[in-house]
């Protein structure tokens, strides 16, 4: 019985709402353009939020990744002193690989890598590669899938054979109709056998000139042994570029150091700087640790998820303003209504709750209306912008739950107003 | 009802609004009035004379500053404001001047408001309700609007609804005052045959010829019972011959 008399009030209140049709659409609208906000901005956020960790997660969050880097320019003069195209010796060596390994605790594998922009070629085809001088355990360490064939082993490492993996972008631009796996591809001036296909977990990113996060996707990757790699390029790496030319000494381009676990990763973080600054004198690498990344990705997107989440909250107290204002005239409009309500046996609490309930649908209402479009605004945003967005659960029913909340709250005061009317005052008002 | 308690029982029932400042108004000074069950009493008086002070209180729409008034046996002169209400849905019915229809709701609708504040299933008393609409002659128009309805028409669905929950008294304020004299004729011959069928009827008027209806007529006068007039020449059925 008490249902019915709610569900009876809750028409009521619908009808009393019709008899202003447009009055309470622009009310409502109001409410349908907040919750629509929250929902498009958190959107947003999430989405952009998304893609970040996502870049982040790719380098593996067990994982601490070490880079050689050229030293800024300065110092570079200074150690090159005024002999000009003399060579330049920089980045991290196969010491640091062995001595990680051996003094930082937790640390799980080393893998070191040689990476050299060189071309590749089969037959006519002529593609521009990293070639990758790297230890059999580099699927393991970065979650690369061996798609056919086999990675590389040890005793490839140990008599230093010309064989190769390539990426299956690779394997699908230089090999058009052919099996890899019964080819040779041609580096340099040394011809190396395919052995198998990797697909890489993530677009390894073209090796970084300044340090920057993201390098272009490029799935032309060429792994070689480690040890061939030296042989066949040798220490010193020379490029020609306009006139002069340039010697670089680079023991190793990167040490993908993988960690046992996530705590170990957070402890080893400080171990590894203060070794590494031991050993070198000069800037010339940098660590990057992804779970560091990822934290701060997660702070950065929480306080964006505040910032655009109030900006819309304000939207929807707006709306909320604008509903109490319309509830404040429709109780003056309708006090002669209220009296004789009262007349008929209404109480105080059933004036109060007609009153409440129809702020309830207008703002519950206004809320499933701004759910519909802001389910839909996110993709429109998408569509123009190519800006990832998201919806999740929790932001729609937030937005839903501030919707109704800013209703009983906005109607509260006009309500209890309405209800607070003299029976009398009120049957006597014109 | 257990052995003929009066409907109304006023004991020395005072009204005194406080004005802010000290003028203190005494707009009923101790009246005393008992109304027994299928009475039909006409209040008159000029305007000032406390009339519709008497009124807000016989139809607990407010409480008296001192004295007290049993309705139907039951003490309601310091009730709170909710067992107030309540008894007033309860046990009395509201015919206004004005009509006072809820406008957005339909006729059957209208007559149903006063059941849902008493916390009753209208659908349990749909038959009740299409009962009364036939009754006031308006059974061909349940789910009009009253806007869609002649002032008299509208009169009649105030009827119907004050009936609806079977009260012990029925209170008419100036109930023909927007009508037409034919019109007007009408629903009082509506109200006199709801008298003969035993509803206690409380009507308030200045008009001398709604008065003439009443078995009682009291005049109020500066707050208090200036005179009484017994009138009970309309024998039941007779009275559309009083005009």
Redo the contacts between chains.
């Keep these: 019985m008490l249902t019915f008399q709610f569900i009876s009030t809750v028409r009521l209140g619908v009808k009393s709402l019709m008899l202003h049709k447009l009055r309470s659409a622009l009310t409502m609208l109001g409410i349908i353009f907040g919750v629509c906000s929250v929902i498009a901005m958190l959107a947003i956020g999430e989405g952009a939020s998304y893609e970040a960790q996502e870049a982040i997660k790719k380098l593996g969050s067990n994982n601490i990744l070490l880079r050689s880097l050229k030293p800024p320019e300065q110092a570079q003069q200074q150690a090159s002193g005024a002999a000009r195209g003399s060579q330049l010796k920089y980045g991290l060596t196969y010491e640091d690989s062995g001595r990680l390994l051996s003094t930082i605790p937790g640390v799980l594998r080393v893998l070191p890598m040689r990476i050299i922009r060189e071309n590749v070629r089969f037959q006519r085809n002529e593609i521009a590669c990293q070639v990758i001088g790297t230890l059999p355990f580099y699927p393991e360490v970065t979650g690369a899938a061996v798609v056919s064939g086999r990675f590389l082993a040890y005793f490839d490492e140990e008599r230093q054979e010309n064989v190769c993996v390539i990426t299956t972008g690779l394997a699908r631009r230089l090999f058009p109709s052919q099996n890899p796996l019964e080819h040779t591809v041609k580096v340099d001036a040394f011809y190396y056998r395919v052995i198998g296909i990797v697909q890489e977990r993530s677009q390894p990113e073209q090796r970084s000139q300044a340090g920057k996060m993201e390098g272009q996707p490029l799935d032309n990757n060429v792994y070689i042994p480690l040890n061939t790699s030296r042989t066949r390029f040798g220490e010193v790496l020379i490029r020609r570029s306009a006139g002069s030319f340039e010697a670089e000494e680079v023991q190793l381009h990167q040490i993908t150091v993988q960690m046992r676990d996530l705590p170990a990763v957070e402890t080893a973080d400080a171990q590894v700087r203060t070794m590494l600054k031991r050993f070198h004198d000069q800037n010339d690498y940098e660590i990057i640790v992804p779970l560091e990344l990822l934290r701060q990705a997660e702070q950065t997107k929480r306080r964006f998820n505040i910032v655009l989440g109030s900006i819309a909250a304000i939207s929807l107290l707006v709306g909320g303003i604008g509903i109490m204002n319309i509830m404040l005239a429709t109780v003056t409009e309708r006090t002669r209504e209220i009296g004789v309500r009262r007349a008929l046996g209404a109480k105080r609490r059933d004036i109060t709750m007609q009153f409440l309930v129809e702020t309830v649908v207008l703002s519950v209402g206004g809320g499933l209306i701004g759910v519909m479009i802001g389910f839909v605004a996110p993709s429109i945003v998408t569509h123009f912008t190519h800006m990832m967005t998201i919806i999740t659960p929790w932001s729609v029913l937030v937005a839903f739950g501030i919707s109704g909340a800013v209703g009983i709250i906005f109607g509260l005061y006009p309500a209890s107003a309405a209800a607070k009317l003299d029976p009398i005052e009120a049957l006597r008002h014109e | 009802m257990s052995a003929e308690p009066a409907i109304i029982r006023f004991e020395g029932v005072e009204k005194r609004y406080v004005l802010g400042g000290e003028a203190d108004v005494l707009a009923l000074r101790g009246v005393d009035l008992e109304v027994g069950a299928g009475s039909y009493l006409a209040i008159m008086g000029p305007s000032g004379s406390g009339k519709s002070t008497l009124l807000?209180l016989l139809?607990c729409?407010?409480r008296p500053s001192a004295g007290l008034y049993f309705l139907g046996g039951e003490d309601v002169s310091q009730m709170p404001?909710?067992m107030l209400?309540?008894a007033?849905?309860?046990k009395i019915g509201?015919i206004?001047q004005s009509y006072?229809l809820?406008?957005?709701?339909t006729v059957i609708e209208n007559i149903q408001?006063?059941l849902?504040?008493?916390?009753?299933?209208?659908?349990a008393y749909r038959d009740h309700c299409l009962q009364l609409a036939e009754l006031v002659g308006l059974g061909d128009r349940l789910h009009h609007r009253p806007n869609q309805l002649s002032g008299g028409q509208q009169q009649r669905v105030a009827i119907a609804?004050s009936l609806v929950?079977d009260p012990l008294m029925i209170l008419a304020d100036e109930p023909t005052g927007n009508l037409d004299s034919k019109t007007g004729q009408e629903v009082l011959e509506l109200i006199s045959r709801l008298n003969d069928s035993g509803k206690t009827i409380v009507l308030v008027t200045h008009d001398d010829r709604v008065a003439s209806r009443a078995h009682r007529i009291i005049h109020m006068k500066d707050g208090l019972i200036d005179r009484e007039v017994v009138n009970r020449p309309v024998s039941v059925g007779q009275a559309g011959s009083t005009k």
């Design positions: 807000n139809g729409l407010d404001d909710d209400s309540e007033r849905g309860r509201f206004f006072n809820i406008a957005q709701l408001v006063p849902l504040y008493q916390g009753k299933d209208i659908r609804r929950n």
